[in-house]
């Protein structure tokens, strides 16, 4: 494989599956009930904030926003002296990270000895792109030379990073650079890290609870729902929040929202529904699971009750769509089932106002959650 990395002797092997949203179906008789006794073709109105539609002349203004955010692509410069530059500039360490749309390596800027992250994204993996609309006159001027590659699409997921760039809990995109096969993300690192997977984990194997402890998952949740608020405001979906993609700051306990590669812009078409789906199974909602569709901001709050659960209890709360469908609670560790209406459920020994809030998130009928703008208003907040 030859790929960019090859001169710091790094064997890429990228994993060319994405992740999977084609698990097996539910039967056809759980469908039926949930269509017949928790979806109503007659929802309610429902306006999901958007982003303004670009003109023409707007777009094209961005797109060379983000043309020009790079240091190395569409500069009048060959694939080679690409590559050479981008050596020149950083140097490349160990993989520290997989997933189904790139691999992750850690690396150093040499000019300031700032920690960076590199993502190296095989151009056959990506599954959205964003077009770039380039006048005629730069892409002719660029094509005279035909040893220089001249980018007219990127990756959605730079698109995105550059969007929220700015936004404090959200890693930062701080370069990119394309190749013929592949392209390459330079973010922000951090010397001590660790994904909330791993942090919940570790803190349940340390505690006579399961999970982090109230206290703790209160400052961290805190933190995610400001963030996919923030971007949310800036037109961006993520689409694909579970505790893998956020990453603490084990330093300032800040925590970092990563991995756009499933997130979308806001849907400025009259439908605010989407019909493509590139996150985690088990953190989807039912309507997806048997609509194929699904809104926004619905879906995030779901995602954010599984979160949520996870991050009080040390476990997601099912596995199989069946029991997201029958919002039939389940773990690992068999801590617990249940079989009857969620708002029914009593869960151990924590505070009712962090039950009431996850079961305000995982209500299976969408019009009945909570609104992702009411979530810091809750009283478990107060």
Known sequence: MNLVMSQANINLKIDSEHLSTSSSS?????ESAYQENYYS???????????ETDDDECKTQCDLDLINFSSYINRNLTE???????????????EIGKGGFGTIFSGIKNSTNQLVALKV???TNVTQWYNLDISDDFIYEMDERQDVLVTRRIPLEIALMIRVRNVKNCIKILDYLEQKNCFIIVMERYE???????????MSYKSTTNGLGENLAKEYFKQIVETVLA????????????DENILIDLKTNQVKLIDFGAGTFTNTQKSSKYTEFYGTRVYSPPEWLVNKSYHGDRAAVWSLGVLLFNMIYGDIPWEEDDDILNCRLTTKKNLFTHDTNRSELGLFNFNKDVDNLIQSCLKINE????????????KWFN
Do not use: C, W
Not at 26 to 30: I, Q, R
Not at 41 to 51: A, D, K, L, Q, T
Not at 231 to 242: E, M, W
């Open 192 to 202: 001590y890290s660790k994904d909330l997977f791993d942090y919940i984990t570790e």
């Open 41 to 51: 073709e007659e929802e309610e109105n429902y306006v999901e904030s958007e982003i």
């Open 121 to 123: 994204i095989r151009k």
């Open 231 to 242: 971007i949310k405001n800036l037109g961006v979906l993520h689409r694909d929040i579970k």
């Open 367 to 378: 019009n009945e959650r909570i609104k992702l703008e009411d979530i810091l208003n809750h």
């Open 80 to 94: 080679k002296q690409m590559r050479d530059l981008f050596y020149k500039d950083y140097s490349i360490g160990k």
């Open 26 to 30: 539910s039967s056809s008789s759980t």
